[in-house]
């Protein structure tokens, strides 16, 4: 098998399972118990906390424990909401946010917020200048997204960072395409909040965090007990917590090598996808993109044809984003970089990770010439 998801989800790296199993089975104390095994729990927790706070340059006490992302996001957007409703009611988002996002937003212009959707080029940037005029005396939240999960696209965060702040707004991102995968300055970019998810740097489903700055006024999410120091209640999930850690600490460590790699096997699958495929086009900016996505679109082709084609030579990829997938509507994403609808229709989304090698990867592009020339041939 070939997999080429990585931003849908990722391995769990071995050696983070590895790290996880004593929390299960001998560490299994609640982390609110007075008991030793309770306070084994304590520490791990502890322990993650910090090691988490030390790669973005924040204190341990500004990262909250989440089930991922979309609760990250959801998190962040409804308790700013709730928190600033005093001195105002709107918020400036992007058209290419993900669904958690986008839903949220949705949600909240039911609760009578204003959103702005911001457009994006056909590269999918946001426009600073854009997100200036979008501001309003009433805007209480900025929230853009690190790197966009379906083409890749990483914003000019510091710049949007420093918009947000020269006006006293409060900043959210989305990184969680770019955590794990990319050195984030927190502090420097002026990012208030900041949501991540383990899954999707080989760490386990269902676990993520949320970092909130101590600038930010923060609700609590969850009502109930005192963890999370009484901000998002209920028994932590320290096996999963743990294995988060474990993947930060790996992801971290590995970073510029994975990076580099992956950079040179992508550009190698986009170099041949283009060169040896008629009709077809790179979706996304050329450069400043995710160093493993590559989202190419073929004219006259089903996306969905593509992956059930993929599947039965035992490659595995996506088409549009994985959410989107079930729904034959073309993705919002390639929508707002404004491409045709017939175009979208026929993209398709392979993300690269560190176990991929080169000879998978022109094993891809061969496969992929091979199917897409038969599609067309068929339909003549
Ligand atoms: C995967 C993803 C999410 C959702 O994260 P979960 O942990 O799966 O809930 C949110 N935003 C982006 C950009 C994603 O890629």
């Known amino acids: 098998m070939i997999y080429l998801d990585h ?16 929390y299960f089975t001998e560490y299994y104390g609640n982390a609110g118990g007075i008991y030793r095994l309770g306070s084994e729990s ?16 924040a204190e341990p006490n500004e990262i909250y424990f989440t089930s991922g992302g979309t609760e990250s996001d959801n998190w962040a957007l409804k308790a700013a909401c709730e928190a600033y409703r005093g ?12 669904h958690a996002v986008l839903r949220t937003c949705e949600y909240l212009e039911k609760q ?36 966009n999960n379906e083409i890749g696209t990483i914003q000019p965060i ?3 960072g420093e918009i947000a702040a020269e006006r ?19 502090a420097g970019c002026h990012i208030d909040m900041l949501s991540a998810s383990a899954h999707k740097f080989g760490g386990p489903k269902g676990v993520g965090f949320l970092y909130v700055g101590r600038k930010a006024k923060l609700r609590s999410f969850m009502h109930g007990g005192q963890q999370e120091r009484g901000r998002r209640a209920g028994t932590e999930n320290v096996a999963g917590i743990v294995g988060m850690e474990a993947a930060v600490q790996r992801a971290y460590r590995t970073m510029e090598e994975k990076a580099e790699r992956e950079t040179v096997l992508r550009d190698r699958l986009i170099e041949r996808l283009l060169r040896e495929i008629p009709d077809v086009r790179l979706n996304g900016h050329p450069t400043k993109r995710l160093p493993g996505n590559v989202n190419v679109s073929f004219a006259g082709v089903e996306g969905e044809t593509v992956l059930i084609m ?14 989107a997938s079930g729904s034959l509507d073309p993705s919002h994403v390639l929508r707002a970089v404004g491409l045709a ?16 090698t080169m000879e998978e990867i022109d094993t891809v592009a061969e496969t992929l010439a091979r199917i897409i020339r038969k599609i067309r041939e068929t339909v003549i």
């Open 168 to 186: 006293g707004i409060l900043f959210h991102t989305d990184a969680v395409q770019a955590y794990g995968q990319l050195p984030i300055d927190a």
């Open 112 to 147: 009578g917020i204003a959103v702005t959707y911001l457009d994006v080029d056909a590269d999918g940037l946001v426009d600073p200048e854009r997100l200036k005029r979008a501001i309003r005396p009433d805007t209480i939240l900025i929230s853009v997204m690190y790197a």
């Open 87 to 98: 001195r105002g009611g709107h918020i400036v988002t992007s058209k290419i946010e993900h």
């Open 158 to 160: 510091r710049e949007i």
């Open 341 to 356: 609808p017939e175009l979208a229709k026929g993209s398709l989304r392979l993300t690269i990770g560190e176990e991929n």
């Open 7 to 22: 931003a849908a989800t990722t391995r769990t790296a071995p050696e983070v399972v590895e790290a996880m199993l004593p």
């Open 42 to 57: 304590k520490r791990a927790l502890m322990r993650a906390r910090e090691t988490i706070a030390g790669t973005l340059g």
């Open 310 to 323: 993929l599947d039965m030579e035992s490659i595995c990829a996506s088409s549009g984003s994985a959410c």
